[in-house]
């Protein structure tokens, strides 16, 4: 059964950090590139990061420097570290299997980034 369960958002002011966390089900994660995905009001969901299951990372060019993407295969996990959060950034995060997403997403974690 697939499972992806994501957690830690919450309100932060700019320039604050964050980890977000995802626990995804064995059968998907052990051999699979994850990445962590993002939606804000009125835009399409947009690709922010991923990581191979050997640990290379990707980063979009507009959190490059800024967040860190990481996974603990053994944990079943994959992390991504906000810093310097900017209100651009206020967005539902969801994390997936990357290059196709499966046809399941989980609920989400609210980031909102706010003076």
């Known amino acids: 059964q697939v499972q992806l369960v994501e957690s830690g958002g919450g309100l932060v002011q700019p320039g604050g950090s964050l980890r977000l966390s995802c626990a995804a089900s064995g059968s998907i994660f052990s051999i699979r590139t994850m990445g962590w995905y993002r939606r804000s009001i009125g835009k399409q969901r947009e690709l922010v990061a991923t990581v191979t299951s050997t640990g290379s990372t990707w980063y979009a060019d507009s959190v490059k420097g800024r967040f860190t993407i990481s996974r603990d295969n053994a944990k079943y996990t994959v992390y991504l570290q906000l810093n310097s959060l900017k209100p651009e950034d206020t967005a539902v995060y969801y994390c997936?299997?990357?290059?196709?997403?499966?046809?399941?997403w989980g609920q989400g974690t609210q980031v909102t980034v706010s003076s």
């Open positions: 997936n299997t990357f290059p196709t997403p499966l046809a399941y």
